[in-house]
C-alpha cells in the first residue's frame, strides 16, 4: 500500500488551531492523527468529522466542549487531515474506515464515549457504537445518517457525480458552499491544507461512492447496525439543522427507532450541512445534553 503524508509544514499558522498534532499506529501500520484536549480522566467526547473535511472542522467546538468539562478527542478519518492517505482507490471502503477507527479507538482503550458527529462521521460513527456499544455512553448526531440502500437523493446524486467525474475538487471551496456562514480565506485554506496534491485528495474524492444508497455492498452490515442501533437504549439526541438539503427530516427515522432517542430533548440547530460552522454552541450543548440524560438513567 502506498501512503501519502501531507508535509507539517502545510497546517502551520492555521487559524484557530492551536493544537499539537497526536498520533497513533494502527494495525497495518498505518498512522492515526488525532487532537486531543482536556484532562485525561474527563469523560471522553469523540467528534468524528465527515467528507471531504478532517478534524479542523471541529475547531469552535472543541475549546467550549473541554471547558464545560470534556475530554475531547478528535481524529482524522484515514485518507484525510494528518492521518496517512492510502493512495489506491481499492485501498479505501467504507468497511476498513470502521475497523480503522476501530483499531484506533482500541489502541486509545477509549470508554465511556460521546459520539459527536455528521456527515461520513455518522456512517462511521454509528457503525462503532453497533459494533462496541459498551465503549459508548451516549450519542450527539447532526446531519448525518445510517442508510441502509435507499434511493439516493437528488442532492446527494449530483454531489457524488461531482465528486467522480469534476476535473477539479476544491476542497475548501466544497466547505464554504456547505455552510452558511461566510469562511474568511485563511480558512477556506486551512480545510485545503492536508489535500495538496491530487494524490492526496483520493479519499475525499472516492467515499461519496461507498455511502449504502441503493445497490450497495454495505447495505448488509448496514441492517446489522440498525439492528444493534434498535437495542440502543443509552441517550441518543439527534440535532439536525434547519438548512441542510441533503439530510433534512433524516433525524425523524432515529427517533423512531432507536429506544435512546426516546425521553430526551432533541434540538434543531441553525445552519447549513456543515453544522460545526454555523452552530458550534448548539453542537456544544447537545452534547452537555447527551451527557446530563446518562446521569440520569
Not at 501500520?29 to 469523560?43: C, F, I, K, P, S
Not at 444493534?228 to 439527534?238: G, H, N, S, T, V
Request: charge should be neutral.
Amino acid at each position: 500500500m502506498r501512503i501519502y503524508r501531507t508535509p507539517d509544514a502545510r497546517f502551520e499558522g492555521l487559524p484557530d488551531w492551536p493544537y499539537a498534532p497526536k498520533y497513533a499506529e494502527i494495525e497495518g501500520g498505518l498512522r492515526v492523527h488525532y487532537v486531543d484536549e482536556g484532562a485525561a480522566d474527563a469523560q471522553p467526547v469523540l467528534m468524528l468529522h465527515g467528507e471531504p473535511t478532517w478534524s479542523y472542522l471541529y475547531r469552535h467546538m472543541i475549546g467550549p466542549a473541554v471547558e464545560a468539562g470534556f475530554r475531547v478527542v478528535a481524529p482524522d478519518l484515514i485518507g484525510f487531515g494528518r492521518s496517512d492517505k492510502p493512495q489506491g482507490r481499492s485501498d479505501h471502503s467504507y468497511a476498513a474506515q470502521v475497523a480503522w477507527m476501530r483499531a484506533w479507538i482500541e489502541a486509545l482503550d477509549l470508554r465511556n464515549m460521546i459520539l459527536t458527529c455528521q456527515d461520513w462521521g455518522s456512517l462511521i460513527g454509528l457503525r462503532l457504537v453497533a459494533e462496541m456499544p459498551d465503549r459508548f455512553a451516549g450519542v450527539a448526531l447532526a446531519n448525518g445518517g445510517l442508510p441502509e440502500g435507499q434511493p439516493a437523493p437528488r442532492a446527494f446524486a449530483i454531489w457524488r457525480a461531482f465528486s467522480r467525474y469534476s476535473p477539479v475538487f476544491p476542497i475548501g471551496k466544497i466547505v464554504k458552499a456547505g455552510a452558511k456562514r461566510e469562511l474568511s480565506a485563511a480558512e477556506i485554506a486551512a480545510y485545503d491544507a492536508p489535500f495538496p496534491t491530487r494524490a492526496s485528495k483520493v479519499a475525499a474524492r472516492v467515499y461519496p461512492s461507498f455511502v449504502p444508497l441503493g445497490d450497495n455492498v454495505a447495505v448488509p452490515d448496514q441492517k446489522r447496525a440498525w439492528a444493534a442501533l434498535e437495542r440502543f437504549d443509552k441517550p441518543f439526541l439527534c440535532c439536525f439543522s434547519d438548512g441542510d438539503p441533503i439530510t433534512r427530516g433524516g433525524d425523524a427515522l432515529f427517533r423512531g427507532r432507536v429506544p435512546g432517542a426516546t425521553g430526551v430533548a432533541h434540538r434543531t440547530l441553525k445552519g447549513g450541512h456543515f453544522i460545526q460552522e454555523d452552530d458550534p454552541a448548539g453542537f456544544v450543548a447537545a452534547i452537555r445534553d447527551v451527557a446530563a440524560a446518562g446521569q440520569g438513567r
